[in-house]
């Protein structure tokens, strides 16, 4: 009970700031109909309930199973072994990823369905199975990260050329997406049960990040190569602002539950029967270890139910009607400010940042603080959004033109700052980007999208997950450089 206990603590921090920005924006800037603040606050406390049962169910399941499953495949030392079990992992795991269903769902209601959230689920899953078995070879092989990043994104940017700008949004968002509350937990704790397990220890703290940053590129390639060999015709997209709730939040509430239920089922139990084989077959773990992960499993579904059932009941519908309000009244200033701050805070909430934070202070013992990293990511997705809103009002500003330049110097920072560091900033991007993000956010864009006469809801209200994903990579970056040339220049002093 005290983990629990802890748990709810951390998330009431982590979401009352978003809470009290949005109470803010309704009392000074946009007043929300009194039905949605309502479905706002009482979606607030269900995510609470919800995010501190899953964050618990993470602890005690999904990390656990994954660094077994790392370490049986590590034991068997056999290249046919990685394949196999890389590309099923790889593939059920980024499936049973709530935020890449969010993203497929939205994508698909904007287009009318022209383009189904089955067809992202699928085509984003198999890509990441390809690449999340490229980053186990690289843990397995201890090989740099760093050529196979630069190979990566130089295939992006080959095709780049080739995609249409609305499928460039979508895949850069997929490959945000894709990286949550559920994947990311589970490859960080894949990648560190194989590192553990090496012969050469030295540098199985470094290998143990990377494989996130590796697997998310996957997201972008796959969708990258459909469309280049399956264009489609030029799409559009609108978005329905609701004034209010229509039933009620509770009945929302309820019906989201219900919904919600099916699909997270069939996102975990893939993860569950593989370790359940993998279990009876080689692992044989003693009864009461095995009672304690399946308890943590039934945490994560509870969890993850609440967390997705009070975001789509509660909090979307509020994104979206202060992005379009803000926008309608051409308020762009007040855009750009709030933007900025719902990105700095909303980090805060995602699942998987605590995850990642604490694993980069337990494999620098502590030198790297997670209040330090956190920050640090606060600030990269604060300007994400930024740059989002600006996306929206400057006249012919496109994604490539962020996107580009931003890759560019986050592969050449890779060959500059320590290597532990890349590894660490690259998942970052990936961790960024989930389910708080693919939510409310993405709503407050669309939202603002819908409103403007010259943008796109199809094409300028995506690309936002695109940059969340980009930006903490680089403030990671030049925050280990920073990190790096004081050490240095301690070390001269002591000398």
């Not at 009482?42 to 994954?66: H, K, N, S």
């Not at 495949?73 to 992992?89: F, H, P």
């Not at 697997?215 to 602002?241: C, H, K, Q, R, Y």
């Not at 809801?457 to 936002?464: A, W």
């Amino acid at each position: 009970m005290n983990i629990l206990k802890e748990k709810f603590l951390e998330v009431i921090r982590a979401v009352t700031p978003i809470v009290v920005l949005v109470l803010i924006i309704h009392f000074l800037f946009v007043p929300l109909p009194t039905s949605s603040l309502i479905g706002f606050l009482f979606g607030a406390i269900v995510i609470v309930i919800g995010l501190a049962i899953f964050l618990m169910g993470i602890d005690i399941a999904l990390e656990p199973i994954g660094s077994h499953m790392g370490k049986g495949i590590a034991r068997s030392n056999k290249i046919i072994v990685v394949v196999i079990v890389g590309l099923l992992l790889g593939f059920f795991i980024s499936s049973a990823e709530p935020s890449l269903t969010v993203l497929g769902n939205q994508i698909g209601l904007v287009t009318g369905g022209d383009i189904t959230s089955s067809f992202i689920v699928i085509v984003v899953s198999l890509g990441i199975a390809v690449m999340v078995v490229v980053g186990l070879l690289r843990v397995v092989y201890s090989l740099s990260i760093i050529p196979i990043l630069t190979i990566a994104y130089g295939l992006i940017l080959l095709l780049s050329f080739f995609t249409s700008t609305e499928f460039l949004s979508i895949s850069f968002d997929a490959s945000g997406a894709t990286t949550g509350s559920i994947t990311v937990p589970f490859l960080l704790a894949l990648s560190t049960g194989i590192a553990s397990l090496k012969k050469s220890s030295k540098n199985s703290g470094e290998d143990s990040f990377g494989l996130v940053a590796i697997a998310s590129t996957g997201a972008i390639l796959s969708v990258m190569i459909v469309n280049v060999f399956s264009p489609t015709e030029e799409l559009s997209g609108s978005l329905d602002i609701v004034m209010g709730t229509e039933n009620g939040f509770f009945l929302d509430l309820i019906r989201e539950i219900f919904n919600q239920i099916g699909e997270v089922i069939v996102a975990i139990l893939p993860i569950v029967i593989l370790f359940g084989l993998y279990q009876i077959i080689w692992l044989k773990l003693p009864k009461r270890k095995l009672n304690k992960i399946l308890i943590g499993v039934l945490y994560v579904f509870i969890g993850l139910v609440l967390f997705l059932s009070g975001v789509n009941a509660g909090f979307m519908n509020v994104g979206s009607l202060i992005g379009y309000t803000l926008a309608a009244q051409e308020s762009y200033g007040l855009l750009y400010i709030l933007g900025f701050s719902l990105g700095f805070l909303s980090i805060l909430a995602e699942p998987a940042v605590s995850v990642l934070t604490k694993q980069i202070g337990a494999v620098t013992s502590g030198a790297i603080k997670p209040v330090a990293v956190l920050s640090t990511l606060s600030i990269g997705v604060g300007l994400a959004i930024l740059l989002s809103t600006m996306r929206l009002v400057i006249f012919d500003l496109e994604l490539w033109h962020i996107l580009l330049p931003g890759y560019l110097l986050a592969i050449f920072l890779s060959y500059v700052v320590p290597k532990r560091f890349v590894g660490m900033a690259f998942d970052a991007g990936g961790v960024a980007s989930g389910p708080m993000t693919a939510t409310f956010i993405l709503a407050f864009i669309q939202g603002a999208a819908e409103a403007i006469p010259h943008a796109s809801v199809l094409i300028d209200g995506f690309g936002m997950i695109a940059l969340v994903a980009l930006m903490p990579i680089l403030s990671l970056q030049i925050f280990g450089l920073i990190y790096h040339l004081k050490a240095k220049q301690t070390q001269k002093s002591v000398n």
